[in-house]
């Protein structure tokens, strides 16, 4: 069965869109290696990987690797958050050390503790947009963005009603101070490359 099939026979049947459904016909496209996907309000989006958005990526998975076991550790794993068809793919999460899998295998949002994006130029407006409101909404206690295109970071903290209530933005090079929050480390940025 194709993926218009799929859809022709879910709008017939009546069923209302779900998430699984969604990723299902994800998995049926031949999306080109190199491709983020995820699912932001319903729609589906696609970001390439570049080489300074894994290198970031890296630097931030390495710098959590000091403190944190590599389980507790993710890059683009689909996690289900409030709200209408969002399946985030995020760039790092970080979960709590008592987290379980759900019956369908997957992590489930109120245990995650942060959450970095790498911006890319695609889909920068979701980044600063709709799925900081989400993670706010989630009550992801620490949600960072790091933009290569401008060379700054913006960290997001103390959710409540959908709003982060505390926010920090500086340069690359300027540590990004965790000490405070559930993470409980310094990130380093010098190294982070611009595009």
């Known amino acids: ?35 983020k996907t995820e699912i932001v309000g319903g729609q589906i ?11 970031i990526t890296f630097d931030i998975l390495d710098q959590l690797r000091s403190r944190y076991p590599r389980k507790r550790l993710m890059s683009d794993v689909r ?3 409030p709200g209408r068809l969002n399946g985030f793919a995020t760039d790092v999460t970080l979960i709590a050390e008592d987290a379980q899998l759900d019956d369908k295998g997957r992590w489930h949002y109120k245990d995650v503790e942060f959450v970095a994006e790498v911006i890319s130029k695609d889909t920068a407006a979701n980044d600063y947009g709709p799925k900081k409101t989400t993670y ?7 949600y960072l963005l790091v933009d290569p295109y ?27 101070d965790l000490t405070g929050t559930v993470v409980g480390l310094v990130l380093k940025t010098d190294e982070f490359p611009r595009d």
């Open 1 to 35: 069965m194709t993926v218009l099939e799929d859809r022709i026979e879910m709008a017939d049947s009546g069923d209302e869109l779900t998430l699984d459904a969604m990723f299902e016909w994800l998995d049926k496209m031949p999306i080109p290696e190199g491709y």
């Open 45 to 55: 989006c696609m970001s390439p990987q570049r080489r300074t958005h894994w290198q």
């Open 136 to 142: 706010a909404l989630a009550d992801v206690p620490v």
């Open 79 to 81: 996690i289900d958050y």
């Open 150 to 176: 401008t060379g700054k970071w913006h960290l997001h903290t103390l959710p409540k009603d959908g709003e982060y209530r505390g926010e920090v933005s500086l340069d690359f090079g300027d540590d990004i």
